[in-house]
């Protein structure tokens, strides 16, 4: 292996095995350093591709980044599938959107009146048009609203397949830890391993998530401010799906969704929790995904469970992600997507090899916040 890369990206989670892999493509001499990869919070993802359930009346920035990014990602899998030789259960059923209660169905319906104010395809549901549907909900569904331009895709298929189509395209992995940035006459000059080793790039990309913040070597003012956000999530097994599209709910004002996968699988999440980097799974967190899910769909109870796990979401102070150089020379950023890293995957990795609109680099540009500290 080469001790001088033309880019070394830091982290192999989704976003980080993207930019890597289409660096690789363009002919680049590429590493992902990381100890473990695909282990962190990709492995622990659902996996929506869900830009228009997951819109709210703050995040019309945040929208613009997940519709383009959902406009890419039926190629990018299709180019990652052909040239990894692995499948990702990719699909695009769309979302439903269900609501438990008389105060839930206010909320859907907010969520209805400003997808239409907004132009977004979003079909406003009777309870018993979902059940026609998705016969597995519960009769006390009181309504909901499909998203059908929305997918989903499994995220632990997805880094896999990003791993073998990197090693295709001639890209390198360095598994270690690494314990800092190396600079030279005011530019990236690589980084610093654990093992005390030095590797040198002439682009460094920062995306290891939660724990981008925390790398040793960057000055203060360029470290992104980026903070945990614990999910807790769990994985149930059948014989066969019993949803056909991902379901999200909304149940006494808490959020649930469930999502189906080809062979069975139905994951069950999320808890958001602001505990730092605790990644304990709790009696509590799981008792509460699983007490919302049976009101939305009873028969979740039945299910063998497969898979309990907390993962780290990366946030940061606007909820949108730090995408682009830093005024470090030398230092991009790849981070702070939080809840939609699998999401913005490829449109991350083309605003990282300079494929992507200007007006979508500025949004999340990570100088909005070192020029305004």
């Known amino acids: 292996m080469a001790h001088r890369f033309?880019?070394?990206?830091?982290?192999?989670g989704v976003v980080g095995l993207s930019v890597a892999w289409r660096a690789a493509g363009r002919g680049l001499r590429t590493a992902v350093v990381d100890p473990a990869p695909a282990s962190g919070a990709s492995h622990a993802a659902a996996?929506?591709?869900?830009?228009?359930?997951?819109?709210?009346?703050?995040?019309?920035?945040?929208?613009?980044?997940?519709?383009?990014?959902?406009?890419?990602?039926?190629?990018?899998?299709?180019?990652?599938?052909?040239?990894?030789?692995?499948?990702?259960?990719?699909?695009?059923?769309?979302?439903l959107d269900v609501a438990f209660g008389a105060d839930d169905l206010?909320?859907?319906?907010?969520?209805?009146?400003?997808?239409?104010?907004?132009?977004?395809?979003?079909?406003?549901?009777?309870?018993?048009?979902?059940?026609r549907l998705e016969p597995m909900l519960a009769p006390s569904v009181r309504g909901g609203l499909l998203a059908g331009g929305d997918a989903w895709v499994d995220p632990r298929r997805v880094t896999r397949a990003l791993l073998a189509a990197l090693e295709r395209r001639g890209g390198a992995q360095v598994r270690a830890r690494v314990a800092g940035l190396?600079?030279?006459?005011?530019?990236?000059?690589?980084?610093?391993?654990?093992?005390?080793?030095?590797?040198?790039?002439d682009r460094v990309?920062?995306?290891?998530?939660?724990?981008?913040?925390?790398?040793?070597?960057?000055?203060?003012?360029?470290?992104?401010?980026?903070?945990?956000?614990?999910g807790q999530i769990m994985r149930l097994r059948s014989p066969e799906p019993i949803l056909r599209r991902?379901?999200?709910?909304?149940?006494?004002?808490?959020h649930v969704y469930l999502?189906?996968?080809?062979?069975?699988?139905?994951?069950?999440?999320?808890?958001?929790?602001?505990?730092?980097?605790?990644?304990?799974?709790?009696?509590?967190?799981?008792?509460e995904l699983l007490r919302d899910a049976r009101e939305l769909v009873p028969g979740v109870t039945e299910l063998e469970l497969a898979d309990v796990v907390a993962g780290l979401r990366p946030g940061t102070?606007?909820?949108?992600?730090?995408?682009?150089?830093?005024?470090?020379?030398?230092?991009?950023?790849?981070?702070?997507h939080h809840r939609g890293g699998v999401l913005l995957a490829p449109l991350t990795a083309d605003l990282c090899t300079g494929r992507a609109d200007p007006e979508l680099s500025t949004i999340c540009s990570p100088l909005r916040f070192q020029e305004h500290p």
């Open 259 to 287: 999502v189906p996968r080809g062979d069975g699988e139905l994951v069950v999440g999320a808890t958001q929790e602001e505990m730092g980097f605790d990644t304990r799974v709790t009696a509590g967190g799981l008792w």
């Open 47 to 95: 996996g929506m591709l869900a830009p228009v359930s997951e819109v709210t009346y703050t995040e019309e920035p945040l929208l613009r980044l997940g519709l383009a990014s959902l406009e890419r990602w039926a190629a990018f899998a299709a180019e990652l599938t052909t040239d990894s030789g692995h499948e990702l259960d990719y699909r695009t059923e769309g979302t």
């Open 182 to 201: 190396e600079t030279a006459a005011g530019a990236v000059a690589g980084v610093r391993l654990a093992t005390g080793e030095t590797v040198g790039a």
């Open 205 to 230: 990309i920062l995306a290891a998530g939660a724990w981008s913040g925390k790398l040793e070597g960057v000055p203060p003012e360029v470290l992104p401010p980026v903070r945990p956000i614990k």
């Open 317 to 336: 102070p606007d909820n949108l992600p730090l995408v682009g150089p830093t005024a470090l020379p030398g230092l991009w950023l790849a981070t702070g």
């Open 246 to 254: 991902c379901v999200r709910g909304v149940v006494h004002g808490e």
């Open 6 to 12: 033309d880019v070394l990206v830091i982290g192999g």
């Open 106 to 131: 206010a909320v859907l319906d907010d969520l209805a009146a400003f997808a239409d104010k907004l132009g977004l395809p979003a079909e406003r549901l009777t309870g018993r048009e979902c059940r």
